[in-house]
T-cell receptor
Framework: DAGVIQSPRHEVTEMGQEVTLRCKPI?????LFWYRQTMMRGLELLIY????????DSGMPEDRFSAKMPNASFSTLKIQPSEPRDSAVYFC???????????FGSGTRLTVV | GENVEQHPSTLSVQEGDSAVIKCTYS??????FPWYKQELGKRPQLIID?????GEKKDQRIAVTLNKTAKHFSLHITETQPEDSAVYFC??????????FGTGTRLKVLA
């Protein structure tokens, strides 16, 4: 298995532009998570899905952030419009069952200038 | 909701010495406690986990201990090596699928 696959690995965009991050979870995993990591705030859970359904999006910082999971093998996290304070590493993770460890993707390093 | 505190934030040890990182949590219903290692510029990776029906678990040079009464658990690394240098995160489950992560411990093993 190739693991959790995220794209792009790096994204540099101008303030106000739309940014779309993509994630392919491990086949057979039924839970998918989006995290944001910064030096100041550590690892923050933004949203998670179970069986493609959003379960908890309380971590999504603002209406500028949205996430979708149209099928079991693909999810997107969109920021529109982007702002410099959105600069961070965004990780996607998936898990097979409740209370089993996550497998993280390699992350997307987002820089908004 | 669940609250997780991790200490220390930084830790330097001499190669060959032991390192201990401690986390405390607040929700007595939590029952799964994983530890992740994150090397610079890389993804967090699960290195060991423990469930609430077990007090201790070992895997070669790493071990985790859990005290459910006191609501704390610790990561122990023995015979540290330079490749153990990384940031270590504890996590605690909150509900069925969600984890709350600690703030991380930057471990530096000095050769």
């Amino acid at each position: 298995d190739a693991g959790v696959i995220q794209s792009p690995r790096h994204e540099v965009t101008e303030m106000g532009q739309e940014v779309t991050l993509r994630c392919k979870p491990i086949s057979g995993h039924n839970s998918l998570f989006w995290y944001r990591q910064t030096m100041m705030r550590g690892l923050e859970l933004l949203i998670y899905f179970n069986n493609n359904v959003p379960i908890d999006d309380s971590g999504m910082p603002e209406d500028r952030f949205s996430a979708k999971m149209p099928n079991a093998s693909f999810s997107t996290l969109k920021i529109q419009p982007s702002e410099p304070r959105d600069s961070a590493v965004y990780f996607c993770a998936s898990s097979f069952q409740a209370n089993y460890g996550y497998t993280f993707g390699s992350g997307t390093r987002l820089t908004v200038v | 909701g669940e609250n997780v505190e991790q200490h220390p934030s930084t830790l330097s040890v001499q190669e060959g010495d032991s390192a201990v990182i401690k986390c405390t949590y607040s929700d007595s219903a939590s029952n799964y406690f994983p530890w992740y290692k994150q090397e610079l510029g890389k993804r967090p990776q699960l290195i060991i986990d423990i469930r609430s029906n077990v007090g201790e678990k070992k895997d070669q040079r790493i071990a985790v201990t859990l005290n459910k009464t006191a609501k704390h658990f610790s990561l122990h690394i023995t015979e540290t090596q330079p490749e153990d240098s990384a940031v270590y995160f504890c996590a605690v489950n909150s509900g069925t699928y969600k984890y709350i992560f600690g703030t991380g411990t930057r471990l530096k093993v000095l050769a």
